[in-house]
T-cell receptor
Framework: GAVVSQHPSRVICKSGTSVKIECRSL??????MFWYRQFPKKSLMLMAT?????????EQGVEKDKFLINHASLTLSTLTVTSAHPEDSSFYIC?????????FGPGTRLTVL | LAKTTQPISMDSYEGQEVNITCSHN???????ITWYQQFPSQGPRFIIQ???TKVTNEVASLFIPADRKSSTLSLPRVSLSDTAVYYC???????????????FGKGTKLSVKP
C-alpha cells in the first residue's frame, strides 16, 4: 500500500515554543490530508482536514490559530503547534487519501515540558 | 454521520478465530464500512473495507448483513501479534473530515493470550 511518513517521530520541547510536524505521502499525491490527535488510551480525534492550496478545515473545538496547518504541495502537509503547553502533549497522526483508501502516518509523539 | 458501537475489549487465545462486531444503526446508503488496526504508538493500519455481504482478503473477513446495521470483522487463527485496538469506521469514502469515514470511535482492544 501507499506510504505516509511523519517527521519527527518524537519531539520534546519547552512550554511556549512552537513545534512543526511534517506529513509526507511518499509514493502518491494527496490533495487531502488529515490531522488527528490521540491522548493515551483514547481514540483518535480528527483535528482538521488539510487541502492542497487552500485553507484547512478545522473540527469544532480545535483552535486554528494554535494548530497551524499548511498543505503547500500534493505530497506535504505540516502541522505547527504554536506556543505549546503541557496540555498539548499528545500523539499526533496524519493521514492521506489515495483513491478510496486512507493511509496513516506512524505518528509523532509530542511532549511539552 | 453514522456512529459506531463496539465492545471495549475482547480476550482470545492463540490459534482461535476472533469475531468483533460493530453496530452502526444509522448507516447511510453511500456509507462504506472500514476496519483499522492500531498498535501502541503507531498509526492505524487499514485492514479491510466493504459495502455489503462478505469481503475477504489475506488477513481478515468482513461480514455485513443485508440491513447493514452491523458488521463483523473476523480474524482467523489469531496470534500474539494480533493484540491491538481495532476500529470500525462508517462513512462515505469519497468525503473527508466530518462527513467521511474518518471519525474514530473508541475501538475494541483485543488481547491475545498464549
Amino acid at each position: 500500500g501507499a506510504v505516509v511518513s511523519q517527521h519527527p517521530s518524537r519531539v520534546i520541547c519547552k512550554s511556549g515554543t512552537s513545534v512543526k510536524i511534517e506529513c509526507r505521502s511518499l509514493d502518491f499525491q494527496a490533495t487531502t490530508m488529515f490531522w488527528y490527535r490521540q491522548f493515551p488510551k483514547k481514540s483518535l480525534m480528527l483535528m482538521a482536514t488539510s487541502n492542497e492550496g487552500s485553507k484547512a478545515t478545522y473540527e469544532q473545538g480545535v483552535e486554528k490559530d494554535k494548530f497551524l496547518i499548511n498543505h503547500a504541495s500534493l505530497t506535504l502537509s505540516t502541522l505547527t503547534v504554536t506556543s505549546a503547553h503541557p496540555e498539548d502533549s499528545s500523539f499526533y497522526i496524519c493521514s492521506a487519501r489515495s483513491h478510496n483508501e486512507q493511509f496513516f502516518g506512524p505518528g509523532t509523539r509530542l511532549t511539552v515540558l | 454521520l453514522a456512529k459506531t458501537t463496539q465492545p471495549i475489549s475482547m480476550d482470545s487465545y492463540e490459534g482461535q478465530e476472533v469475531n468483533i462486531t460493530c453496530s452502526h444503526n444509522n448507516i447511510a446508503t453511500n456509507d462504506y464500512i472500514t476496519w483499522y488496526q492500531q498498535f501502541p504508538s503507531q498509526g492505524p493500519r487499514f485492514i479491510i473495507q466493504g459495502y455489503k455481504t462478505k469481503v475477504t482478503n489475506e488477513v481478515a473477513s468482513l461480514f455485513i448483513p443485508a440491513d447493514r446495521k452491523s458488521s463483523t470483522l473476523s480474524l482467523p487463527r489469531v496470534s500474539l501479534s494480533d493484540t491491538a485496538v481495532y476500529y470500525c469506521l462508517v462513512g462515505d469514502r469519497n468525503y473527508g473530515g466530518s462527513q467521511g469515514n474518518l471519525i474514530f470511535g473508541k475501538g475494541t482492544k483485543l488481547s491475545v493470550k498464549p
